[in-house]
């Protein structure tokens, strides 16, 4: 009877240790950030979503963050540091950053989002097993470009030029000369009869060079100007729309950026993928493999109209657009 007990209470104090240990962190993680933007848009928000998943910085996990402020080219310096140090992953915000990355290693894992067309990109094979070092979360929407033009089309009939607002770091040009996004915009323009013309903003330094993209907005005599979500123009939308009003150009923006000041903005936002971001971490950081884990793809669409932008260039928005809106500034 003795040795029973001897031996039940064993196992408690084995099931208790074993319960203890496993609370414990194994080790800490050292995982990378690269990011188009400034600290202040992304790492307050990452650090909360770890800390949602039992993370303690410091403790489980510790961050290399590289911030390139808007100024693109520092990303491939920023790739090759992480790259040397051999974290346990790299996290990165932007088709720019995410390229540089995986130039720089094929061993570090790598998770993403802010890609339009990761396929289109060379990032992964398919969206289903990426087959590569890096996964993540796509902006891509066959039926957002469609849809803004759409409802262009809607609010003004008259439309016949429109101006697709893009820059000129975006990977991935064809023959034709555009990115995926421009080559999708150009030809969602067409189908509803307008003639596009695509301007890119000209990197680094994208305040000096908004006047000359506006100078050749100008210069083709269009209505209206379709922004597209893009490194250098995403971080500058208030005054790309400030910009626009005082020339009385209507604009469209992407669903992330309803705040800028445009008559509407419509689809997915990327600022929806960031609390995915740490998720995804996660089952990498727990053994999982890029190269298997399926790239998410966003689904969520909002439409937001701005009746103050509206009236300030003289439109009437249809009453039939503001019952399909989700939000309207007033």
Known sequence: MKLRWRIIASIFVLVACGDASAQQPNRQFRVGIMSNATA???FDQLRKDFANLGYVEGRDIAFEARWAE???????????????????????????ATAAAQKATSKTPIVFTIVTDPIALGLARDLIRPGGNATGITS??????????????EVLPSISRVAILS??????????????????????????????????VRGPTVEAKLDEAFAEIMKHDVQAIVIVEAPLVFPHAKRIAEMAAERRLLTVFPGSQGA????????????????????????VLKGAKPAELPIEIMTKRTLIVNQRAARAVGITVPASILQRADRVLE
């Open 167 to 200: 820059d000129d770091t975006l990977p991935g040009a064809d023959a034709s000369g555009f990115v995926p996004i421009e080559r999708e915009n150009r030809a969602a323009a067409i189908a509803v009869g307008f003639e596009p013309f695509v301007v890119r």
């Open 40 to 42: 202040a848009v992304i």
């Open 70 to 96: 808007g100024q693109l080219d520092r990303h491939p310096g920023f790739a090759d540091e992480l790259a040397r140090l051999e974290l346990d992953l790299i996290m990165t915000y932007g088709g720019v």
């Open 260 to 283: 800028a000041g445009g008559l509407f903005a419509y689809g997915t936002s990327v600022i929806d993928t960031f609390p995915r971001m740490s998720i995804i971490a996660d089952k």
């Open 140 to 153: 891509l929407d066959t039926q957002q470009a469609a849809k803004q033009f759409e409802l262009l089309k």
